[in-house]
């Protein structure tokens, strides 16, 4: 197989067949992407990954005319070359085989055993390349009593237990389980996946082995209720949920001023003191009820009612610059227009617009993540389906007539 087109970043020496589609694994593959690898991602002829028809809103052509690509889909296949592989298909499985001869990672997020059936599971797939690291992605995992089980973020989310931490008291107006507002288990999932198979890369530099990874989107939910986890394991107390209330540190909560909402993100004794400062209510801090975080958690209930009174005699913006002054952490709850009008993160240049061949442009969020001597480049857009296919089987060794043929029979 010839050399991929030269990338830039920390990764720019990695390939990646990723053979997966909805978001987990995709999130993945796109942090593998950001940081310069070559990532191909094998996707159904004819429909590709499940995502792309997962709209409105889809991106409109120059034109203003929509296209057949989901905003879904654009958020999580920056910096990928598609190719379309029937992998039920012989042929097919035999082109994603030469695949991974030359890759260095694989991931795919299929049933548990669905790939088993094709010849390429992690088994079959070591065997012609035993340097390859190998992460399957699924619900519940390789083994144990769910294992057959599909599952959607959302399911994770409510059976792990996030659900019940989160949205208003049931006795609030309002109150009962929300999610969160993007799929948090997937990206997750997807930033555990990115750092299994480094770590696996890593390793491999020195031992020259590959790995089989196994991760499970229900282990990623109960491995990241975190602090709320080991409350419940330390005290046997149940946690609830308790809407925008922080369970350990106090105050942390929604305060409405005169004309507006304002995050107060009290974290430590010392800030307590400024706050009390700023508001004009110095006492407070002395108060033997709130002097310290552990007598603000147990008091919340007296404290709340006089924040909350004194935060009305101010507007938001008002509040806010005192507050920053003083250096106690608060914050606007901004819509996401807004998020991308902050001058931190214009000045950040999170979001870009890179080219497009039906759009022009295409509008992406960026990585975070910033190098000083591997910078990060953001050139290649989520690609079209199939946009790749013969550049990538041209470089498998394929020539027009074959790949001519290939086509003409459905199988890529």
């Known amino acids: 197989m010839t050399e991929a087109p030269k990338r830039q970043g920390p990764l720019a020496h990695v390939r990646v067949l990723d053979l997966s589609r909805i978001m987990a694994a995709p999130w993945a593959t796109q942090i593998l992407a950001d940081l310069g690898a070559d ?31 989901a905003g879904y889909f654009l958020s999580v296949n920056r910096g990928k070359r598609s190719v379309t592989v029937d992998m039920a298909k012989p042929e097919g499985q ?32 070591r065997a012609v390349n035993p340097r390859l690291i190998y992460c399957s992605v699924t619900g519940f995992g390789q083994d144990g ?97 308790g809407g925008n209330r922080h369970p350990n540190i106090q105050p942390q909560d929604v305060f409405a001023c005169a004309d507006g909402h304002l995050v107060l993100a009290v974290g430590n004794d010392g800030q307590f003191v400024k706050l009390c400062e700023a508001l004009g209510r110095p006492e407070w801090a002395t108060d033997a009820r709130f002097a310290k975080n552990p007598d603000r958690v147990r008091n919340n209930a007296e404290l709340t009612p006089l924040l909350t009174a004194r935060f009305a005699d101010f507007t938001r913006a008002e509040l806010a610059a005192k507050l920053d002054a003083a250096g106690v952490p608060c914050a606007p709850i901004n819509e996401i227009p807004q998020v991308f009008e902050d001058p931190q993160i214009q000045h950040r240049q999170m979001l870009r617009h890179l080219p497009h061949p039906l759009a022009g442009t295409v509008p992406q969020v960026v990585s975070p993540m910033r190098f000083a001597t591997n910078p990060l480049a953001f050139e290649r857009p989520p690609p079209l389906l199939g946009q790749h296919t013969a550049e990538i089987l041209e470089e498998l060794g394929l020539d027009a007539a074959r790949r001519q043929d290939l086509q003409s029979r459905g199988i890529v």
């Open 39 to 69: 990532v191909i991602k094998v996707e159904r002829p004819g429909a590709g990954d499940d995502t792309r028809s997962w709209g409105p809103p889809f991106l409109k052509d120059q034109d203003g005319q929509p296209t057949r690509e």
């Open 145 to 241: 009593p769910r294992a057959d089980q599909a599952a959607y973020d959302f399911a994770i989310q409510a059976m792990g237990g996030l659900m019940s931490v989160t949205g208003e008291r049931d006795d609030m107006p309002g109150g009962g389980p929300q999610k969160v507002g993007v799929p948090i288990v997937d990206l997750m999932t997807g930033m555990y996946a990115a750092v299994s198979v480094l770590a696996a890369l890593a390793r491999r530099a020195e031992s020259g082995e590959g790995e089989t990874i196994d991760l499970a989107m229900l282990d990623v939910q109960s491995a990241f209720l975190a602090n709320q986890a080991m409350n419940w394991l330390v005290s046997g107390r149940t946690p609830k949920r």
């Open 94 to 125: 035999a082109i994603i085989r030469e695949l991974a001869k030359s890759a260095d990672i694989v991931l795919e997020n299929f049933k548990a055993g669905a790939l088993a059936k094709y010849g390429l599971d992690a088994a079959s797939l």
